[in-house]
């Protein structure tokens, strides 16, 4: 059971997320999740297997009830600290880390979509 992600490329984040992130993404169905390096100075980050899910984010259609989650990775090197983790934090989202290493993006986003799905699914 093959199930392709559905990507959203945003170009102007704080619009999208100020005007469209809650209405596709509710905060009650949906747990957020955005993929950074561990922030200078700041709380410990965690890892996949750790993040919270809101109690109506499991689908109920079919037999293959899943979680759902929407995962935010930006460029390589991470976000820009602090404005835009800011303003993802103040959306819920939690962050997670792929440990010390700075990755390149592609090599990020498959690894982040593995441990996803085993997040979802666990």
């Not at 799905?117 to 666990?122: E, I, L, P, Y």
């Amino acid at each position: 059971d093959v199930q392709i992600p559905s990507v959203r490329i945003v170009k102007q984040l704080k619009p999208f997320i100020e005007d469209e992130l809650d209405e596709l993404f509710p905060r009650d169905q949906w747990a957020r999740v955005i993929a950074h390096p561990q922030r200078k100075n700041g709380k410990p980050t965690l890892r996949m297997g750790e993040i919270s899910f809101p109690n109506d984010s499991i689908t109920n259609t079919g037999p293959n009830n899943r979680k759902r989650i929407l995962l935010a990775v930006g460029p390589e090197g991470g976000w820009s600290e602090p404005y835009e983790l800011d303003l993802f934090q103040k959306c819920g989202f939690q962050q997670v880390t792929l440990g010390p290493r700075i990755l390149r993006s592609d090599v990020a986003v498959i690894s982040l979509l593995s441990l996803a799905v085993d997040a979802t699914t666990s």
